[in-house]
């Protein structure tokens, strides 16, 4: 028989659903399987990690008691990294051109930008640092002209703008908030997702393993994890929420 995960690209799931993917392998674990005989230490280990961290992420969402201010800087980085995305893309378009004066500015720019590495994936405050030099280098009489030449201007104001209006937000501190510490949703969703993606492969490679003497529960395991996987693959990546 062969065993394998059930697709789900974790990455895609929204905040609020990927908050409920341990949330429901928890439950389906409690559920389904006897507890008495999970004694596998790193397992254990795993789980723990899994949960807590999802726990944390949970609450940063504005669930179990956390303020709505973190919620709306998340969603304020999430508009800021979609610009920074969608100007990327149309970067990358342009230096597939057929004029090679439009491939060479292409190039010109992406070569500028390659220092500050994937500007999304950073911290809050990284990568408003990040993206605050490269708008000043985007200024610039060089690079300004390459932008002009590919049409780029606007994508480089929606840039200004969302990164704008997100330091605006962070730097806002109404009284009752500033005993406050903003929770890095973006950090700890990384974290959550390497976990939960170290958690199911690991229950996979002992299912898989004919010599781990808890092999059956592990089969057990994976079975449940591939119900949940399925899921959220059906109802959230499918569906395109």
Known sequence: MVFSL???AVTNLGYEELAELPVRLKYDIDNNIDKSKMT???????????????????????????????????NADKLRDRAIAIFMQALRLAHE??????VDAAESLLNMLKP???????N??????????????????KYKAHITKLGLAKYVAKIQQTNDDFKALFTTRVADKLK???????????????????TVEYILAMAKSKKHPNVELFKQ????????????NDNYIRRGK
Request: no cysteine.
């Open 6 to 8: 059930a697709p789900l």
């Open 97 to 102: 051109a057929d004029d090679e004066a439009e």
């Open 124 to 141: 809050f405050e990284a990568e408003s640092a990040a993206i605050d030099a490269i708008l000043v280098n985007l200024s610039e009489a």
């Open 180 to 198: 406050e510490t903003p929770l890095d949703l973006k950090a700890v969703r990384k974290e959550l997702i390497i976990i939960y993606n170290d």
């Open 40 to 74: 596998d230490v790193t397992l254990t280990d795993y789980l723990s990690d899994l949960y807590e961290k999802g726990t944390t992420f949970k609450n940063g969402l504005g669930k179990g008691g956390a303020n709505d201010y973190t919620l709306k800087l998340f």
């Open 221 to 232: 395991l994976l079975t449940v994890v591939n119900a949940g996987r399925k899921y959220f």
């Open 116 to 122: 500050f590495g994937n500007v999304q994936r950073k």
